[in-house]
């Protein structure tokens, strides 16, 4: 709006602003026109969307149903259930198989604790209990073969893939190892890169071929643990292993009272050598390793050999540093840094598969775990297969296959590794235990002897679970499931009948052309019940008789009436009103369709593939192809005509032909914004300019009239 002067009806006491108002409501309404002409563009391009949005979850359900499991649902009926029970995939034979007998069924393999000697021997010793969930270092001599302790610290350490060729991570500690006969260092290392396990040598030369893609590397001088191949990017790498020692650094304030380390246990040596080692502000201070108070060592200066002036304690058992010499700690900002040794036991355990392979796995055991922390570490390894109970009352534990079968032709199953010193040998008692070889299943189908690995076991697409032993013959039928089949395709019938009803009804739409979109002026004299009743008339059949519309309803109903003429097909089935599928009689509903239940379900229960393929067939032309096929390619069509009128919720208005026109309306109502300025600032120049006249006019005339009033 211009800046101009305006001097609006002083001299001649005319409401300019009403005039002009009323002048300028008239020159305004080409772009009423023109906004109004915006606004039923930007309704029809949501009208549009809105279907096409139906369009799109048509043809998604188009997709669905070109899938054979939509038509080949397999439905299973025992016999007898109490022996045998079956399931049936999609590709399941239709027909029936008899199990004429199940002479043995499929167990696992379980080892026993204890039953290596005569009588077999129970866990505790004599009037000792063990507690299943107390430490395993606080009970050791309630176990009557003990614990053999290691000095030794069980470090966790977790990672994060980068997708890196070859992947490595670097460990914050040195871990323990052994040495073998043909020079391969093993680490005291458990690997586990999104479940799968690794063992770690120092170099695979000597690792079979075939073993290698088991194995990671680690190098004692860097201290990086390497794979092979990439480790995806996320991938999580979790590291447990036992080091020597570990060393922990903590800044403690002036006066602080104590220090409390990372793991309990700590190991101290009887013999005077040193496993434990404090230093203060470069300070040395060592344990009187000689003497303690039930697990409580005083803490002496290493310079203090008389050991007459302690400076604190440490509670071995939970490693706890108290300073009772506040001096030690005089600065503002303390370093300490204690390097220390704890307590861990071993055990390996190995099972082996059906393909011969065997699964290892080695467990570090904390002296603070408990009996139930490491039948948690066994139950929950993916790999190893083995499920761990200890019972209470027999005082023994068991190991059990988790897989049934005879799974070693040559042997036991469940492997007890390590040496005579293992967790598992010497103080859970499998050393010489004796195991209950695992069992395939034995039964007789189709008169042919056979067995599995499990009593649940697929042939040809139907899973049997025998359920007991028996031999009264059991007969096992696969049939179609005509009534997942059908209300498949009645659901299709539904979405398809749901699009035929939104668009016909946007076909048939009353248009009100009285009714144009309001005003900002018109609304503010409407209530709001007004405004929306009007609304509601004026974006009325915005679509009525659109022909892309009328275009895709037609094509639709002609595809579907068709007869399908494919030779797999049997000419009882080759179009939809044979299964019973027919138009509805009100022709105004533009072609819905009803079923005749009875009827499709008949023909799917006669002739399953001639049904399937009525829907599904493919071919060259589109006479050969199945109600689906063409009801997709038409649907798809109609759905990207639409995408290109009124585009899609992503586009810009300048991808398709309704935003095209929106933006040309915008540009003309911008323009004719600037030209009603401009008019208006004329009519305001106007009647000032008269206004000033009048003045001017006024002014002469009180003049002269004094003139004339003094003569």
């Avoid at 930007?42 to 096409?52: A, F, K």
């Avoid at 600065?331 to 704890?342: I, M, Q, R």
């Avoid at 299709?492 to 979109?517: G, M, T, W």
């Avoid at 097909?569 to 027919?582: A, D, F, R, V």
């Amino acid at each position: 709006m211009s800046s101009i002067q305006r001097i609006t009806g002083l001299a001649s006491g005319m409401d300019i602003d009403s005039i002009v108002e009323k002048m300028m409501t008239a020159a305004k309404q080409p772009l009423v026109k023109l906004q109004q002409q915006k606004q039923i563009l930007e309704w029809q391009e949501e009208d549009y969307r809105t279907l096409n949005q139906k369009y799109f979850d048509f043809r998604s359900t188009l997709s669905n149903m070109k899938l054979t499991s939509k038509y080949r649902a397999r439905t299973t009926a025992s016999s007898n259930e109490n022996y045998v029970t079956a399931t049936a995939t999609n590709n399941a034979a239709l027909g029936s198989a008899t199990i004429q007998s199940v002479t043995q069924l499929a167990t696992a393999a379980t080892k026993i604790s204890g039953t290596g000697s005569a009588p077999p021997t129970t866990l505790s010793a004599s009037g000792a209990k063990i507690k299943a969930d107390a430490s395993l270092y606080s009970q050791t001599g309630n176990f009557s073969n003990g614990i053999t302790w290691n000095n030794g610290v069980v470090v966790s350490q977790s990672f994060t893939g980068d997708g890196d060729a070859t992947a490595a991570v670097k460990l914050s500690n040195t871990p323990v190892s052994t040495t073998a006969d043909d020079g391969t260092v093993y680490y005291a290392m458990n690997v586990k890169v999104n479940g799968k396990t690794y063992q770690v040598v120092n170099d695979k030369s000597n690792i079979p071929d075939n073993e290698k893609g088991n194995y990671a590397v680690y190098n004692a001088e860097s201290g990086v643990l390497t794979f092979d191949s990439a480790v995806s990017a996320g991938s999580g790498i979790n590291v447990e292993y036992v080091a020597d020692a570990v060393t922990e650094t903590k800044t403690l304030s002036k006066g602080a009272a104590t220090m409390q380390l990372g793991h309990g246990l700590i190991a101290t040596d009887a013999t005077g050598n040193q496993a434990f080692s404090l230093k203060i502000n470069n300070t040395n201070y060592v344990l009187d390793v000689l003497g303690n108070d039930n697990g409580t060592y005083k803490l002496y200066a290493e310079s203090d050999t008389g050991k007459s002036s302690p400076v604190g304690t440490l509670d071995a058992s939970t490693g706890l540093i108290t300073f009772t010499d506040s001096s030690v700690l005089s600065g503002d900002n303390n370093t300490v840094s204690a390097t220390y040794s704890s307590k861990y036991a071993t055990m390996s355990l190995g099972s082996y598969n059906e393909d011969g392979s065997m699964n290892k796995a080695a467990f570090y055991i904390n002296g603070t775990d408990s009996l139930n922390d490491v039948m948690a570490d066994v139950n929950s390894h993916s790999t190893l297969g083995v499920s761990m109970y200890y019972d209470e009352n027999a005082d023994r534990v068991s190991l059990t296959r988790k897989m049934t079968g005879d799974l070693n032709k040559n042997g036991d199953e469940i492997i007890i590794g390590g040496s005579d010193n293992d967790f598992l040998n010497q103080t859970l008692q499998f050393n010489g235990s004796k195991e209950s070889v695992g069992k395939n299943a034995k039964f007789t189908i189709n008169g042919l002897e056979t067995e599995r690995t499990s009593n649940t076991f697929t042939i040809s697409g139907v899973t049997y679970t025998l359920k007991s032993k028996f031999d009264t013959p059991v007969t096992v039928t696969v049939s179609n499931d005509t009534d997942t089949i059908f209300k498949n395709i009645k659901d299709f019938v539904d979405q398809y009948n749901s699009l035929i009803d939104a668009v016909q009804s946007k076909l048939n739409e009353d248009r009100y052309p009285d009714y144009a979109p309001l005003t900002d002026d018109q609304r503010k004299e409407l209530t709001d019940t007004q405004q929306d009743q009007w609304d509601k008339k004026a974006r009325s059949g915005l679509l009525r008789n659109d022909m892309t519309l009328k275009s895709s309803l037609s094509n639709m109903r002609s595809l579907i009436y068709s007869k399908v003429n494919n030779a797999n097909i049997s000419s009882e089935y080759n179009q939809l009103s044979s299964i019973g599928i027919t138009t509805t009689s009100d022709w105004l509903e533009g072609g819905k369709l009803e079923i005749n239940e009875d009827k499709l379900k008949a023909a799917i229960q006669n002739d399953p593939d001639s049904v399937e393929l009525l829907f599904r067939a493919t071919g060259s032309t589109t006479s050969e192809k199945g109600i689906v096929q063409r009801l997709y390619d038409s649907v798809n069509n109609t759905y990207n005509t639409i995408v290109d009128k009124a585009g899609k919720s992503t586009y810009v208005n300048t991808q398709f032909t309704i935003g095209k026109n929106i933006n040309d309306l915008t540009d003309k109502i911008r323009d004719m914004n600037d030209k009603l300025g401009k008019l208006e600032d004329r009519y305001y120049a106007q009647f000032t300019a008269m206004e000033q006249a009048i003045q001017k006019y006024n002014s002469q005339y009180t003049y002269l009239s004094s003139f004339f009033s003094n003569s």
